[in-house]
């Protein structure tokens, strides 16, 4: 029998009696199903902490996969079936199968919001999924994959949101180079914020159903969220 990362808090939670009466493995899951509504409410209200903590008013929009399984294993996936969920990240060079995770987070790589689409979802198709809700004035820094002059426009004029994307080489609207460099310099803090959220992911997250995925790959974008701001 495969021993997961549950098993092992629940045994260290019963063996040091941090929690007398802890719940048994299938307990303890439904249980966490039962109040995941609860769970995002949480993080939406730690988000609104986060940006009025944020003085600057910058943000950075990006993504990264989430595969539910190996691409050589597509044909005999269960959890999740139809080429919806088959995308590529060009960034990494990479094709995968499974979620991609659009997330906006301020310049230090605090995640404060976030959208779970199949994996097939272009930057763009994500971007707009987004609630983008974020106080008036706020600046958002995107690579050239967001790229959508007329959504730049929107966003400015209903929401007071100015969307700073990376041009193309081919651009009819170039930045001024010190935009460009604002640009470049935050692209490296959320990198590295994936990079951290990705070591934090196991090498195949267990789930019986699409939702119980979701919610494991929330939770640890939750938890690195409490790390990075308030521990």
């Not at 439904?30 to 903590?53: G, M, P, Q, V």
């Not at 707009?128 to 820094?141: A, E, H, R, T, W």
């Not at 180079?177 to 490296?188: A, E, V």
Request: proline content about 4%; charged content about 20%; hydrophobic content about 40%.
């Amino acid at each position: 029998m495969k021993i997961s990362h549950t098993d092992h808090a629940i045994s260290f939670v019963k063996c040091t009696n941090l929690l007398p009466g802890m719940l048994s493995k299938s307990r303890f899951n439904r249980r966490i199903h039962s109040i995941f509504e609860l769970i995002i409410d949480l993080f939406l209200n730690t988000a609104d902490i986060i940006k009025r903590l944020n003085i600057s008013s910058e943000y950075i929009i990006d993504s990264f996969p989430v595969a539910t399984c190996e691409n050589i294993r597509i044909c005999r996936s269960k959890l999740i079936e139809g080429k919806q969920y088959r995308g590529y990240k060009p960034s990494m060079r990479k094709y995968f199968y499974g979620f991609t995770v659009q997330v906006i987070t301020t310049v230090d790589g605090i995640p404060v919001e976030f959208a779970m689409l199949p994996g097939c979802y272009h930057d763009i198709d994500g971007m707009k999924n987004m609630f983008f809700n974020l106080p008036d004035d706020s600046i958002v820094y995107g690579d050239s994959a967001y790229t959508d002059y007329y959504n730049e426009q929107v966003c400015s004029e209903a929401a007071d949101i100015n969307l700073m994307i990376a041009r193309k080489s081919n651009t009819k609207l170039p930045h001024e180079p010190w935009q460009n460099f604002l640009i470049s310099d935050s692209r490296k803090r959320i990198e590295t914020t994936f990079s951290q959220i990705s070591s934090m992911l196991p090498k195949r997250i267990h789930a019986v159903t699409v939702d119980g995925f979701l919610m494991k790959v929330i939770l640890f974008i939750f938890v690195f969220t409490i790390n990075e701001k308030f521990l």
